[in-house]
């Protein structure tokens, strides 16, 4: 199973998530601005998180370039504030149905930090889920 993990993060709390998955699945955390996708992938995860109520525009850049014929299927994380929890994979779950791409059912969110919110987050546990969800997916 070939597994590949790109994330978008401003603030390093999506990158910390990434990385998590990334130790799970046995590659590299790839940041969304400088990654690509040039061989066949079984399964990509594709993390990000929302600033003013909205995906980075790399996210969409990223996503409207994926050569759909290489990759298999996307499993989509991400991290913010709790009223926030399904906004930034939604998005990404949206961009990716408008081209075709298969997205699994599962994803994985976990709070992020933003000043005195979410304080600590992600946190060991938040991390440790990370790394659980992922092996799940790939077993499953
Ligand atoms: C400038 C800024 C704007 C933000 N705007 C929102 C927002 O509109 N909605 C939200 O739920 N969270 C918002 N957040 C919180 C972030 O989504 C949250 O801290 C997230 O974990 C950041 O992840 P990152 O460090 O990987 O970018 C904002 C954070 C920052 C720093």
């Not at 990334?22 to 955390?29: E, L, R, Y």
């Not at 790839?30 to 995906?55: K, Q, R, W």
Request: net charge neutral; glycine share 10%; hydrophobic share 45%.
């Amino acid at each position: 199973m070939r597994a590949k993990v790109v994330y978008q993060s401003t603030t390093g709390n999506t990158k910390k998530v990434a990385e998590a998955i990334a130790n799970a699945v046995g590659c590299t955390a790839e940041p969304m601005n400088v990654a690509t996708v040039s061989e066949p992938v079984d399964m990509l995860f594709l993390g990000a998180s929302i600033h003013a109520g909205d995906v980075d525009l790399s996210v969409k850049k990223f996503i409207e370039g994926l050569d759909a014929t290489l990759v298999k299927r996307v499993t989509v994380f991400g991290t913010g504030f709790e009223e926030s929890r399904d906004k930034a994979v939604g998005i990404m779950k949206d961009l990716l149905a408008r081209r075709g791409i298969a997205v699994t059912d599962k994803c994985y969110f976990c709070l992020g930090k933003f000043v005195l919110f979410n304080r600590h987050h992600p946190d060991t546990q938040d991390l440790t889920g990370a790394e659980e969800f992922a092996r799940g997916v790939l077993a499953g």
